[in-house]
């Protein structure tokens, strides 16, 4: 269970970068949060309940997130969160460093099967 | 404020996350429920899917935690475990740094009660004692002192006083007491408010004996008067004249010299009705008073002397006889101008140096300590940066665990210290003197300690640092403690160490030179023999006699000292040699001078009677002595000594001679010549000396019966005790061997004696520590090395010089170098103690077998452990 936390991901910051990216479509809560990112990976992604919670707190309190008091969609009271702005220029850099690394990985991987 | 708020926060955050994360587990248990599980099914597929929710939400609060203050905990903690798991290292190192840091507290506690703020008196950094440009001329004439404080811009305020002992006598006890003479303005100046009734003010002097008060010591006032509060308005006879008790000075207030703490204060213009000659307040060549000023707001020190010295020029001019060379100078107050300040602050600053450099090598030492065993944690060292420590990680727990010893060392230190201190306060070394030495630890004295401490920890925890930088995490696995990175690693140990050695050779050689001296100096020639001479010292204008009263009771008492059975020889001086407050000085001319503005030198004068000489043991080496008639009428006399003869006839034979004092004309001629001796200190440099005759000549009120007999000192005090009130009973009367009443010249000589053989047998102890760490390593490293020169048949005296070798080498060389540098630093011990001189073959040979010695102590066992290898059990293990 206890994974040293710098170790938690395949890719350091790629759970920050999908709950980034699926806040900014909209504010959700956490449980919604999961979903939302296992349905539009098609079930490829899983996102560890372990980890998420975490990741939320240290963006929370790096200023990328903030929280406020919600109702779910069964009507319970839970906590949605929404991007802020350093959230969302955070996210904008990221992304671009993570398709540069993509694209990088993809070329070495074509090399290594030719 | 980012941190508060976050602190503020951190409930109401902790608060949200358990709501989100209990929601979210409803919404699974729903979802669970859905694809058709019963509420308890779900529950627990919920649950195992989740993950465990306590872990989960602690990892998420620690998020908002701080990481440093929460691993600075967990280093402590492991810290805590090292030393409890390897006490030997821990005790070793708590104890060197409690003694370390103790001996440093305690000199900066006596450094700070003494130099820092010896006088507990508000803005005392506005406090100036003028003295002469002079070293060592601090006393100013009361005329003078009144140009001064009525002529300056500078000061806003300037008060004079004297330290003087009197008769204080209350109904039918008499005591001899310490008081100071003080200007009306002096308790104003200074900003003290009295513990009772009131204090004397300038407006109360209206002349000579205008202001008949006294005001009392809080502790005299205790203890003579028992606290009584009806104390005030009543009458006390102070030399036999009556004073009026108008108030008590505060407990904290002891005046304004550290080391003279009076039972009252009395106005300076009470100064003849005491007893003192008119002089005194008249005489502007009359010196006897210490001036202390209060500088002004926005003047400056150097502002001040300049002012000061612009008056004593105009002074010079108006009065070129009195005041000729007059010039002025501001000194730190509380320790007789610089006649104390100077010697006091040179040996506290040398001390505190010394204590300074024996806790560097306390540090140095327990830092090799601490290498060696890093060293030795060489593999889990290396495994925590395998596995992904950071360096950074590691070091911080090192220098906690060296921090957490040396704080627990400063605290035992410090203790310590706090203790000493204390028994220092209550020391009263002479029973004679007012001397009172008060050095409690405040809080610049703690800061200090905490200080201490936490540098010191730092400076031995910083020490691994460099090694482990050097640690390469695979190799250090791969052949656990290497011995490849091992040599970079002596050659700073090896560095530290012979420092340290170099260090405690001279504090030896130090501390042997002071030892020496002190035995010295009991045996040095004083130009008197002590031994067997009992000193009866009165003071008969306490006692009411006027001056030409002196003479018959003089002769009487020496009459009346000679009948007593077993006494040989007694004679009157009116001074104890190297006694309490010895002695004065007075400008001598030649015969012939007319222009008195330069003198040809000072002398030391005395007046004594006719059987001095044989009383005291002073040889006449030319001439003869004086008898009893030589009196007023008779030609002047004197006799003066060899140095005082050499100085003013140079070769030619000084019997016969004459020469001059500024008062009074008529030259006095040299009747013969004495041997040297030591006048006011051991250590002066041979110093002119005149005696005159009682008859013609009285220089002080104060007179010293001096009685040698071969009978037991308690025998002829009991004796003189009866004789003396037989002939007056309200004669104060102090009697003391005279072997006693060196005690005040030998004190300087002792204190440096204890405090270099204390910080030497510190540091002996620490470079037994050192030396014994170092070998013991050494040894322990190249066990495996021993083993097969063993096997292959090495000689014993083969395996101890190459187990040894190294750090017995060390410690030749570091003594030769300690040995030289406690000749370099004879010099700075030759003002304190007597003839000192580490060429002195004893001192020498006394260094050189305590480095010996200490060098056999600290390698035996590594000695012993490395003739005890077993080369088959040793290579079996490898």
Redesign the interface.
Known sequence: MAKNPKHRDLFAGALELMILHSLRVKPMHGYALVKHIKLVSDDLLQVEEGSLYPALQRMLRAGLLESKEGISAKGRPTRIYRLTKAGIEHLEREKSGFETMFAGITRVLAVAKA | MEWLRRLFFRRR?YH??S???Q??L???I?EFMEEGMSHKEALQAARR????VT???E??????QWPKLEGIRADLKFALRQSVKRPGFAITAIMTLALGIGANVVVFGILNAILLHPLHLPAPQRLYTIEHQQHDWYSQSYPDYLDYRDSNHTFSGMAAYDMVSAALSTGKTVTKNFGYLASGNYFDMLGVRPELGRFFHANDEHGLNSAPYIVLSYDFWCARFNRNRHILGATVHLNKQPLTVIGVAPKEFHGTEVFFWPDFWTPLTNAVLIGYSHHYLENRSTHNLLVLGRLKDDVTPQQASDDLNGISRRLADEYPTEDYGLDARLVKPGLLGDTLGDPVRGFLAGVMALALLVLLAACANLGSIFAARTADRGRELAIRVAI?SSRWAILRGLVAEATLVSLVGGVAGTLLAATLLEGLSRWQPFVEFPFHVVVLADRKVYLVALLLSLGSGLLFGMLPARQLRLTDAAQAMKSGVGAEISLRRFALRDLLLSIQIALCTLLVTASLVALRGMQRSLHAPLGFEPRGVMLAGTDLTMAGYREEQFLPVEKRMLAEAARIPGVSAVGIIDRTLLGEGCCGSEAVFPAGTVDFRKEEFEARNFSISPGYLEASGTRLLAGRNFTWHDDADSPPVVLVNVTFARMMFGNTAAVGQHFLLYRGARPKEVVGVVEDGKYASLTEDPQPAMFFPLTQEINDNYTVLVVRSAFPPSEIAAALDRTLTGIDPNLPLTLHSWLDALDLALFPARAATAALSILGLLAAMLAITGTFGVATYSVSKRMRELGIRVALGAARVELIRSALGRPLMLLVSGSTAGLGLGILANRLLAQIVYEATPRDPLVLGGTVLTMALLGLLATWIPARHSLSVDPARLLREE
């Open positions: 955050r949200d996350l709501v989100s994360i929601e979210h409803e919404e699974k729903d899917a989740f993950g465990n872990l989960i939400e990892r998420s609060r620690e998020e908002w992904g």
